[in-house]
């Protein structure tokens, strides 16, 4: 559904600091690392609730230098290890991310609405993050694991669009809000994939959202 890896164009700052995967847990290298919840305001929360808004999971890898990074292969393995409703948020937020930073907040609800539809289909898999690693689908599966997330302040803004999301799509079907109604595809609006000929759509932004199934 993305034509190609995510550009990396938004520019390093202090904060934008790239996170490296433990290899083996808790031992990558002899480096010690700790898990901690962030809050979208980047403190420190409770596991589970910071004033009742579910905190922003990073694990921090300290090494004798301190420096911290956060790749795509660490999101993944995030995935693989918190409680299912967080695996979602962090796999639909790194979605968000990488197809969308760059869009606007309607464009970035559309695309975790195409996600969070297919998932309820349930034709690409049953979760979020089955349904967003499924292959050749979402930039997920095709960016490179060593990607680096530089841009915190959009992903964190990506974190709080895929709650909202998940929460969204818990509604009655006559509750929820629908920007692209049906739309289980999409493509930017540079390219036209075979699936999307002779077809309309509805245009957000950069990218165009199809009805196929």
């Known amino acids: 559904m993305t034509s190609a890896a995510p550009k990396q164009h938004h520019s390093r700052s202090a904060q934008d600091q790239p996170l490296e995967p433990p290899q083996s847990r808790g031992k990558a290298l002899g480096h010690k690392f700790r898990l901690e919840v962030i809050n979208p305001s980047g403190t420190a929360c409770p596991p589970v609730h910071c004033n009742g808004v579910i905190g922003l999971l990073f694990v921090r890898l300290r090494t004798a230098r301190w420096r911290q990074t956060l790749k795509l292969s660490m999101l993944l393995w995030l995935a693989t290890v918190l409680p299912h409703h967080l695996a979602d948020q962090t796999c639909l937020a790194t979605t968000v991310y990488l197809e969308a930073r760059s869009e606007s907040t309607i464009g970035q609800f559309a695309v975790a609405e195409v996600a ?19 292959p050749h689908q979402f930039a997920l599966s095709t960016t490179p694991k060593s990607f680096d997330v530089t841009n915190l302040e959009a992903f964190q803004k990506a974190w709080q669009i895929a709650g909202q999301s998940i929460e969204n799509w818990k509604l009655p079907v006559d509750e929820r809000r629908v920007l692209v109604p049906r739309a289980d595809h999409f493509a930017t609006v540079a ?3 075979n ?16 009805a196929i199934n």
Not at 117 to 132: A, I
Request: charged share 25%; with cysteine.
């Open 116 to 134: 969070m539809r297919r998932r309820e289909r349930g034709q690409w898999g049953n979760t979020v993050c089955d349904v967003v690693t499924a």
């Open 191 to 193: 390219v036209t994939p």
């Open 195 to 210: 699936w999307s000929r002779n077809r309309s759509g509805t245009t957000i932004g950069d990218h165009t959202f199809y």
